[in-house]
């Protein structure tokens, strides 16, 4: 079992640091590779850059939760999640499908609460800042 996970590629769970601007701010996103990958994978189906997805991911964030805390987690989280969805088949593995042309409502319904913050109302209200 162990082999499966012990002989991924060293260099996907290297760190990189990227530096990028949020809103004229500069600032700097450290994650492992692989996870960059992924990224570069989402902000293409939706014709993205890199950039441009993170900004969005976490104007949304902010929108829907008030801050962007543990914003570099809350990264890793969606590829995850990313991935996970996609294995469900909620997501189709057509990379010529952009995300935002996907449902939220069908993608989440039906998820444990683990996976999803109010599944059954995706496009629900923002909830106020804590």
Do not use: K
């Not at 850059?49 to 829907?64: N, W």
């Amino acid at each position: 079992m162990c082999e499966i996970f012990i002989r991924a590629n060293p260099e996907s769970y290297l760190c990189q640091s990227r530096s990028l601007r949020l809103h004229g701010v500069a600032t700097s996103i450290r994650l492992e590779s692989l996870f960059w990958e992924v990224l570069e994978t989402l902000a293409r189906r939706d014709a993205m850059s890199v950039g441009q997805l993170i900004t969005r991911l976490h104007d949304e964030l902010v929108a829907y939760r008030g801050e962007a805390a543990n914003f570099t987690s809350f990264l890793r989280v969606c590829c995850l999640r990313y991935l996970m969805l996609q294995g469900e088949g909620r997501i189709p593995a057509d990379p010529l499908v952009p995300i935002r042309s996907l449902d939220a409502r069908s993608v989440l319904e039906g998820l444990p609460p683990s996976w999803a913050d109010g599944a059954a109302s995706a496009t629900a209200a923002p909830r106020a800042a804590a």
